[in-house]
């Protein structure tokens, strides 16, 4: 029996997102894929101990891979420590494989991871069908959010 005062953690499984990307990307389209995953590395996940920067998908023999996407080694796994960086097949239909294909060949997008999650007890990524943006883009963006922060400011004083 657990002692009186002590309460198990009782935490959301977490969320891991890619921010890098949504700066980088205008996303057009997402799609929802499961991961092939070892034991330790969806505990890991769990944790929140992944990062999607510098990671990508690709589609090569009919199959899609994430590449890059480093999951830290779970501290209390016994022996078998799977690479932080290998690449891992993403779960699809066919179809969905084979549109992305497409799409990134035909109209030169990219496929990028971003967001990691749990849904119904299984890990699953969603990756954007994105456009790179252009550098004059990203300053207007920038601009834009510190005009928006300026403004927040100053209305949050007034109301002092």
């Known amino acids: 029996m657990a002692k009186k005062g002590a309460a198990k953690e009782n935490r959301a499984p977490a969320s891991i997102q890619n921010r890098r990307a949504r700066y980088d990307y205008h ?17 890991s996940i769990y944790l929140g101990r992944a990062h999607l920067t510098d ?31 290998r690449d891992r097949k993403l779960l ?22 971003s967001r990691i999650y749990f849904k119904n007890g299984r890990v699953k990524v969603e990756i954007a069908l994105a456009r790179g943006k252009a550098q004059y883009d990203k300053r207007d963006k920038i601009a834009k959010d510190e005009e928006r922060r300026e403004v927040e400011r100053a209305r949050s004083q007034r109301f002092r």
Do not use: W
């Open 92 to 113: 699809m239909h066919r179809k969905e494989i084979d549109l992305l294909e497409r799409k990134s060949v035909e109209k030169g997008l990219s496929l990028i991871p």
């Open 27 to 43: 996303f057009i389209e997402t799609y929802e894929a499961g991961v092939a995953l070892a034991g330790s590395e969806v505990k």
């Open 55 to 85: 990671a990508f998908c690709r589609v090569a023999g009919g199959e899609i891979y994430i590449v890059n996407m480093d999951v830290e080694p779970y501290e209390k796994a016994a022996h078998f420590q799977p690479e932080r960086r």
